[in-house]
């Protein structure tokens, strides 16, 4: 019962890593106290200890998910990503079955199975992961060399090390207090069996700081509108021409200050995602009011919206209109959200729930990434980059942008259907996050808030309230160079996977877990009823 409070106790330390609380030294405690509780339980306890504590950080981390939607959605997913810290558990479990933390084995089990859940089912759902916590963090800065995977197995190598040196002090304690065997003066822990890991943990903790964020480059100016919408919940857009007229009033009141000279003239302006559901393309009303809005601005203007297309299904797109020559190209949504854009398995699911026939058409994938051309008054470049709401927490979505030849990333999203949740917060540090791994300028917009603009070292500025109209405006540095992470892709999570692959291999033919974590010592944390799992 002690190994299941504990991590119960860590779940809910992870909580506090993470937007609002934003105390990213949690991280590293909290995976501290999962590494000693998985330690040496088998399998079997192993994969129950994770599921509690995943439960315990997953369902109030995700809480948003069910804010108007009700609970059930909420705690199935919840559950659902929670079972893959269950499968970490068994693993690490096994792994350390002789009693000893394995600091490598337990890095490599949680990079395993973060990219497990990263991918599946129905392309996985990467929300919180550790390294989302850490824009702020020194660990955050790691992001640069490695990507997402290498933070978090950086992180989870720092917290193993901290619980091998807590578990090698407490088995010298109990040397000495003749509570444990050996107890003679020459079979005593020495201190460096306990300083030695610690100081591993404090280096790795320390060791992003000597990752450069360069932020350097050629600027342009950004015009990011957060129209605001009636009101909050589902039905958000059920006016969905005030939502479209809130962007065009607020991005004309910001076309006034240009005109009188109290701000720059942008080069670009962003709209959010489902700025006109009112599909602009088919809509002459909605279509006028944008080439309006682009005449008046002289600008070109990105638009989120939503397009009848292909028959019988929807498009979550963004579309590119400039002067004198309206819609010039569009990206349409990579990954749509299951049961929320579309309906995987629909038959099957009809079994359980009905309310799945409340999402009545299907949206489409896109095809390819979307990176949007335009030219300054300057004749500088501009290529952005674009990813839609959710799609921003997906490596490969951003990493392809980036690959494309985005020099700036433009993230619209549309936080409405989440209220007044840390749902907003999360998302803006992912951007922040992503910034850092391409070394590129986001200009991040919602249609509620929260928006900023933010420089390439992860830097979020303006940042905006909620359910709020405003502007984000500002230069932002446009860069092409490109960061180690970028260049290795998904090549930490495939040696990750390889390196796991080998240890389990090699604990099945010794008939143990291979050794990793230094000379084995009594876990005098062991409930009784766990001997018989070590």
Request: net charge neutral; with cysteine.
């Amino acid at each position: 019962m002690r190994r299941l409070l504990l991590s119960l106790i860590a779940g809910g330390l992870l909580c506090l890593a993470f937007p609002t609380f934003d105390v990213w030294v949690a991280a590293p405690l909290a995976l501290a106290l999962w590494a000693w509780a998985w330690t040496g339980v088998g399998p079997r306890r192993g994969f129950l200890s994770g599921l509690v504590g995943g439960l315990a950080f997953f369902v109030p981390s995700l809480s948003w998910s069910g804010i108007y939607v009700g609970s059930l959605p909420w705690l199935a997913l919840a559950t659902l990503e929670a079972l893959f810290l269950g499968l970490a558990g068994a693993l690490y479990g096994w792994l350390s079955r002789r009693g000893s933390v394995r600091p490598l084995a337990f890095a490599l089990v949680w990079v395993v199975a973060e990219g497990f859940r990263a991918r599946a089912p129905y392309g996985g759902f990467p929300w919180l992961k550790l390294a989302f916590g850490q824009a702020d963090s020194p660990f955050g800065r790691l992001v640069a060399l490695g990507g997402a995977p290498f933070v978090g197995f950086v992180l989870t190598l720092s917290g193993a090390l901290l619980a091998l040196g807590a578990q090698h002090a407490v088995a010298a304690v109990a040397v000495r207090r003749g509570t444990a065997p050996g107890g003679s003066p020459a079979s005593r822990m020495p201190s460096r069996r306990v300083a030695l890991p610690v100081a591993g943990a404090l280096v790795l903790g320390l060791a992003g700081l000597a990752v450069p964020l360069p932020t350097d480059g050629p600027t342009a100016q950004f015009l990011g509108v957060q129209g605001n919408v009636p009101h909050p919940g589902l039905d958000f857009n059920s006016e969905r021409r005030a939502v479209l007229d809130n962007h065009v009033a607020a991005t004309l009141k910001a076309q006034t200050d240009v005109d009188a000279g109290r701000a720059p003239a942008p080069d670009l302006v962003v709209w959010p995602e489902n700025a006109s559901d009112i599909d602009p393309l088919r809509n002459a009303d909605a279509k006028a009011e944008i080439l309006a809005t682009v005449q008046a601005l002289q600008r070109p203007l990105i638009v989120g919206g939503l397009l009848e297309e292909p028959v019988g299904f929807v498009s979550n797109v963004s579309l590119l209109f400039e002067p004198g020559k309206g819609n010039t190209d569009r990206y349409v949504k990579r990954h749509p959200v299951p049961f929320a854009e579309y309906i995987p398995d629909r038959a099957f699911w009809r079994n359980f729930s009905a309310e799945v026939d409340l999402v009545r058409r299907d949206f489409v994938p896109g095809p390819r990434p979307g990176v949007f051309t335009v030219t300054t008054a300057s004749g500088q470049q501009v290529r952005a980059g674009l990813a839609i709401c959710f799609e921003v927490a997906y490596d490969d979505i951003m990493r392809d942008a980036v690959q494309t030849g985005a020099n700036v990333l433009v993230v619209q999203t549309n936080n409405a259907t989440f209220g007044y949740t840390a749902e907003s917060p999360q998302q803006l540090a992912i951007s922040r996050l992503r910034a850092m791994e391409f070394g590129r300028s986001v200009v991040h917009v919602s249609t509620v808030g929260q928006s900023a603009l933010i420089t390439p070292d992860g830097t979020a500025h303006q940042v905006t309230s909620l359910f709020t109209q405003a502007v984000v405006r500002g230069a932002l540095p446009l860069r092409d160079a490109t960061t180690l992470a970028t260049r290795v892709g998904e090549a930490p999570e495939w040696v990750a996977a390889a390196a796991l692959l080998t240890m389990l291999a090699l604990g099945l033919r010794g008939g143990r877990g291979a050794r990793g974590g230094g000379p084995e010592v009594p876990d005098t944390t062991k409930d009784e009823d766990d001997d018989d799992a070590a």
